[in-house]
């Protein structure tokens, strides 16, 4: 993956982050707060040319966006009923709870993934990942040439 590609994932990482943060926390209700910031974060992700997975504490999806369905070849529905173990090629499932717990730890990763698609073809893909971005949800940004370079066209046809 070129420079341009990695930074397309740090970039929307960075506005997601952003965009959340936005939501004030002044005199407001811990509650109402929480449930804009969700509502902020879930509207971001349809706009990112990258694959935007949430996941909770254990793993379990609980939002993506297009770009996750067309880079694991799942449907949304599909996703929404796996977890992040369900993507993680079996040979790798050992490192991949040691990352899990280190990403939790850290509340911050970066670098590269390989995951399992629906067909059975793995993966190699770029990733940012934040934790709790909202208490219990984590998300994380793939991206792969392919990935970048699709909806970088997508993009610009519905600009044009």
Known sequence: ?????????TRAMRDLREAVARIQTDGGDSEQILRKRAEVLIARL???PVA?????NRGRYVDVNEAAVFLTGYSRAELLRRSVWDLTPTVEQTRGRTLWRAFLARERMSGQYRL???SGRVVSAQYVALANVLPGL????????????RFRRRLSRRGA
Do not use: I, Y
């Open 46 to 48: 349809g706009s990112v």
């Open 116 to 118: 399992q698609r629906k």
């Open 1 to 9: 993956m070129t420079a341009s590609q990695r930074g397309v994932v």
């Open 52 to 56: 935007m997975l949430v996941a909770d």
């Open 138 to 149: 984590h998300v994380s940004a793939l991206a792969t040439p392919a990935l970048v370079t």
